[in-house]
C-alpha cells in the first residue's frame, strides 16, 4: 500500500483536519500521480455535512485534481512518468452498461465510482479525493493536461468546466444562440466563457447588480439584474437557453417566461428543494426543462482539449489547505472569484 497525506471530515460535524490514510499499490492499468493543485467545489461541502445523503466516512473531498504522474503500470499504454495528468469526479465505473458504452460513465446505469465519498467498482472499497498528496486511478478515468495552460487554474475544469461544456456540446449551443448564464459564481463564470467561445450571444442573469463588470470581462455581451421587475419584463422571450447554475431556491417560472418558443432551462445547479414548476411555464411555447451532470471521460478529455487551443482556464483564488475551512465559509457567501484552489505543497 502506499503511504499518503490529506485532510479529511471525520463525521460531518466535525471541521477537516490532517489525516494519512493508504492508497492501493499500483496495478497493470493504474497511474500514480502526485497531486500539485485541487479545486474546492461547492459539492464538497455538501457532502461532508451529509446535506445530499449519508456520507462515507472519514471522507477525503476534493474532485478537481491535477498534478504529474510518479509511477505507471505495465499495460500502461497513454501515459509515462512526468506526464501532466487529471482526474475529475470519477474514477471507474461499470464499463459494460448502455450508457458506458456510449461515453456516457457519468450516466453508468450500475453505478460509477465517484472521485471521494463512493466505492470502487468492488462496492466495498471507498474512494478518497483530491485533498491528499497522491493519487492511483485506473488510466482510462485519467486525464491528460497541456502544459499550455495554468496547471492550478485548470484543475477546476474537471468539474466545474465539464459541467457547463457538457449541456451546452448536448444542445449545440453557438452561433445564432441566445444564450441567459443563471448565477455567476464557480459554474457561471465558465459557462460564460464556453458560450462565448461557441459562438452564442450570451447574457448573465443576477440577482447582483455589482457583478455586471465582472460578467462583462469574462465575455458577457450583456446582463440583466433578475430583481429588477423592469428588466425581467423586458427580457421575456428572449433566450433560446438558459444555464442555470444555482445552488439556492429561486423561481423556476420566472426564469422559464425569459425563453423563447421551444426553448430549454438546463439544470446543472443543485438546489436545496424540489422546483415548484407550473405546467403553464412549460406549455405556454413548447418550453424544456432539463438537467445535466459532468461529462463522460472522452468528453471531458475534449473539453480539455478545446481549452488548450482556446487558452480557456478557471478565475482562482489559491489558498493553503489550512484556509479550508475560511474558504468554505467565504464560499458560502459567495466571496470567490470565482473557484478556490488549493496549493498542495502546503499540506
Known amino acids: 500500500m502506499i503511504p499518503v497525506k490529506g485532510y479529511a471530515a471525520q463525521s460531518p460535524t466535525t471541521?477537516?483536519?490532517?489525516?494519512?490514510?493508504?492508497?492501493?499499490?499500483?496495478?497493470?492499468?493504474?497511474?500514480q500521480f502526485d497531486i500539485l493543485f485541487c479545486g474546492v467545489c461547492h459539492s464538497d461541502l455538501h457532502q461532508i455535512k451529509n446535506d445530499w445523503f449519508p456520507g462515507i466516512f472519514p471522507m477525503v473531498p476534493g474532485h478537481e485534481i491535477v498534478g504529474r504522474v510518479v509511477k505507471v503500470g505495465d499495460h500502461v499504454k497513454n501515459f509515462k512518468v512526468g506526464d501532466l495528468a487529471g482526474t475529475g469526479c470519477l474514477v471507474d465505473s461499470c464499463r459494460v452498461c448502455e450508457n458506458c458504452k456510449q461515453d456516457l460513465e457519468q450516466y453508468c446505469l450500475n453505478g460509477s465510482s465517484q472521485t471521494y465519498n463512493g466505492l470502487e467498482q468492488d462496492h466495498k472499497t471507498p474512494t478518497y479525493g483530491g485533498y491528499s498528496n497522491s493519487i492511483v486511478v485506473n488510466e482510462d478515468f485519467v486525464l491528460h493536461i497541456s502544459d499550455k495552460l495554468d496547471l492550478a487554474a485548470t484543475a477546476p475544469l474537471l468539474c466545474a468546466g465539464i459541467t457547463t461544456y457538457s449541456p451546452l456540446r448536448h444542445w449545440k449551443v453557438g452561433k445564432g444562440h441566445k444564450l441567459a448564464v443563471l448565477g455567476l459564481g464557480g459554474l457561471g463564470h465558465m459557462g460564460v466563457k464556453f458560450g462565448v467561445a461557441f459562438g452564442a450571444e450570451v447574457t448573465v442573469l443576477s440577482?447582483?447588480?455589482?457583478?455586471?463588470?465582472?460578467?462583462?470581462?469574462?465575455?458577457?455581451?450583456?446582463?440583466?439584474?433578475?430583481?429588477?421587475?423592469?428588466?425581467?419584463?423586458?427580457?421575456?422571450?428572449?433566450?433560446?437557453?438558459?444555464?442555470?447554475?444555482?445552488?439556492?431556491?429561486?423561481?423556476?417560472?420566472?426564469?422559464?417566461?425569459?425563453?423563447?418558443?421551444?426553448?430549454?432551462?438546463?439544470?446543472?445547479?443543485?438546489?436545496?428543494?424540489?422546483?415548484?414548476?407550473?405546467?403553464?411555464?412549460?406549455?405556454?411555447?413548447?418550453?424544456?426543462?432539463?438537467?445535466?451532470?459532468?461529462?463522460?471521460?472522452?468528453?471531458?478529455?475534449?473539453?480539455?482539449?478545446?481549452?488548450?487551443?482556446?487558452?480557456?482556464?478557471?478565475?482562482?483564488?489559491?489558498?493553503?489547505?489550512?484556509?479550508?475551512?475560511?474558504?468554505?465559509?467565504?464560499?458560502?457567501?459567495?466571496?470567490?472569484?470565482?473557484r478556490f484552489v488549493i496549493d498542495i505543497a502546503t499540506l
Open 207 to 338: 440577482t447582483s447588480p455589482a457583478k455586471e463588470a465582472d460578467a462583462k470581462a469574462l465575455g458577457a455581451h450583456h446582463f440583466v439584474v433578475t430583481s429588477d421587475p423592469k428588466q425581467i419584463e423586458a427580457a421575456k422571450n428572449s433566450f433560446d437557453f438558459i444555464l442555470d447554475t444555482v445552488s439556492a431556491p429561486h423561481d423556476f417560472n420566472m426564469y422559464l417566461s425569459l425563453l423563447r418558443t421551444n426553448g430549454v432551462h438546463i439544470c446543472v445547479g443543485v438546489p436545496p428543494e424540489p422546483a415548484s414548476v407550473q405546467a403553464f411555464s412549460l406549455l405556454g411555447g413548447r418550453k424544456s426543462l432539463a438537467g445535466s451532470g459532468i461529462g463522460g471521460i472522452a468528453e471531458t478529455q475534449e473539453m480539455l482539449d478545446f481549452c488548450a487551443e482556446h487558452g480557456i482556464v478557471s478565475d482562482i483564488e489559491m489558498i493553503d489547505i489550512k484556509e479550508i475551512d475560511t474558504a468554505y465559509a467565504r464560499m458560502e457567501k459567495g466571496d470567490v472569484r470565482y
Open 15 to 31: 471541521n477537516l483536519a490532517p489525516w494519512d490514510f493508504e492508497r492501493r499499490e499500483v496495478g497493470p492499468h493504474d497511474v
